[in-house]
């Protein structure tokens, strides 16, 4: 999450330097990215959203996007922040290599990254033992020998690591203010337009 947050700010600052014409030119607010990107936990998030929306998403495996938009908006009123990390998504939600959260059964070791009421990246920590994967596989009742090739690499040994994904156009889209993703994607695709 540390990287992370000196990535979007790299990220907001080189698009500032690079791009002030065209940011200028399309009226973009170019976010501040606090020196420590708020954080909270997911059934606390869910806590706070039964408490003040009517709704209960206590025990969901994920937020709605009213629920990601609510919580950017609480995040910006109590934090000043546009961004807001919600850290320990259930393991059921994750795919079977996320790393359990330590001393919370059930939660991963896992975010999202929200930012102007959409998440735009997903990152955590993997599991790194072989071990581990055949008893997550076990858990989840699948069959290791699909996962072979995948699993070798953890039988040899693999240091403790993790990462994040960042989907690009929803950046885009959040950064620019366009209503749809389609507007900043290069060759969007839908029902209708398979090819570019």
Same mark, same amino acid.
């Given at each position: ?8 700010? =790299?990220? /907001? ?13 399309? =009226?973009?607010?170019?976010? =501040? /990215? ?51 990390y919600v850290t320990g998504y259930p393991l059921v939600k994750r795919p079977f290599y996320t790393h359990p959260e330590p001393g919370r059964p059930g939660y ?6 929200? &930012?102007?009421?959409?998440?735009? /990246? ?14 997550? @596989? ?14 070798? /690499?953890?039988?040899?040994? +693999? ?6 994904? +960042?989907? @690009? ?9 366009? =209503? ?5 994607? @290069? &060759?969007?695709?839908? @029902? ?5």
């Open positions: 999450m540390a990287v992370l947050r000196e990535v979007t700010a =790299g990220m /907001v600052s080189a698009i500032a330097g690079r791009a002030g014409a065209a940011v200028d030119l399309l =009226g973009v607010k170019l976010p =501040g /990215v606090p020196a420590r990107i708020p954080e909270i936990h997911i059934a606390d998030a869910q806590e706070l959203l039964a408490r003040h929306t009517g709704e209960d998403p206590r025990g969901e495996p994920d937020l709605a996007p009213a629920h990601e938009r609510w919580l950017s908006d609480w995040a910006l009123r109590e934090h000043g922040s546009e961004f807001l991963s070791n896992s975010f999202d990254l929200l &930012f102007r009421g959409l998440e735009i /990246v997903t990152g955590g920590q993997r599991l790194h033992r072989h071990a581990d994967y055949l008893a997550a @596989l076990a858990e989840r009742g699948e069959d290791p020998r699909p996962y072979e090739s995948y699993l070798a /690499v953890f039988a040899a040994g +693999m240091p403790p690591h993790g990462g994040f994904a +960042m989907g @690009l156009e929803r950046w885009t889209a959040r950064l620019t203010g366009a =209503g749809n993703v389609r507007r900043v994607t @290069l &060759f969007p695709r839908d @029902l209708h337009r398979l090819t570019p």
